[in-house]
T-cell receptor, first 117, second 115 residues
């Protein structure tokens, strides 16, 4: 069985601060995929990143960066110089790889990020 | 641009009514999902479908049924709505390729209130 833990329920920061959202996962599969999604106040979840278990390279996209560490089963997300528009609920998710059939992702409970001006 | 649409953003129904929530995707995705989202509980999977007419129960299927007659459309049915089904309902779709798993695309959600 798969499990995703986002221990931080809510984080509150002031604009321009850096913030890291933690994600710890559990799986026995050697092939798996990790995702981050953003849910702004409007409600629609938006895909941010996908990472497979064989690619441990960190990724940077503008102010966003992701640190994937298999040794600690973590896939943390950092926002540099946070902005008010970053205020949202962020979900980490895990899917295992398989051939055929369906792939059901396991979601963490989400971290609510509040960025104050 | 990929799109998942849901029939209503807000819906108010009475206890005991039969409720239909419709979801349509235009990406030719094999997989479609229905979730409900409640404060503090994250996303909980109700049902999913990996092909036309195929469906499988998720974590909380009780009180719900689904229908997938066409690849692009996945309907969630509340046979007899109850107040504990008041929630935000999210539809999503995804595709498979070469044995790999890809991201889900979500609709805007339907906030259902049962009175």
């Amino acid at each position: 069985a798969q499990k995703v833990t986002q221990a931080q329920t809510e984080i509150s920061v002031v604009e321009k601060e850096d913030v890291t959202l933690d994600c710890v996962y559990e799986t026995r599969d050697t092939t798996y995929y990790l995702f981050w999604y953003k849910q702004p106040p409007s409600g629609e979840l938006v895909f941010l990143i996908r990472r497979n278990s064989f690619d441990e390279q960190n990724e940077i996209s503008g102010r966003y960066s992701w640190n994937f560490q298999k040794s600690t089963s973590s896939f943390n997300f950092t926002i540099t110089a946070s902005q008010v528009v970053d205020s949202a609920v962020y979900f980490c998710a895990l899917s295992v790889g398989a051939s055929g059939g369906s792939y059901i992702p396991t979601f963490g409970r989400g971290t609510s990020l509040i960025v104050h001006p | 641009d990929v799109k998942v649409t849901q029939s209503s953003r807000y819906l108010v129904k009475r206890t005991g009514e039969k409720v239909f929530l419709e979801c349509v995707q235009d990406m030719d995705h094999e997989n479609m999902f229905w979730y409900r989202q409640d404060p503090g509980l994250g996303l909980r999977l109700i049902y999913f479908s990996y092909d036309v007419k195929m469906k499988e129960k998720g974590d909380i299927p009780e009180g719900y049924s689904v229908s997938r007659e066409k690849k692009e459309r996945f309907s969630l049915i509340l046979e007899s709505a109850s107040t504990n089904q008041t929630s935000m309902y999210l539809c999503a779709s995804s595709f498979n390729s070469g044995g790999e798993t890809y991201e889900q695309y979500f609709g805007p959600g339907t906030r259902l209130t049962v009175t």
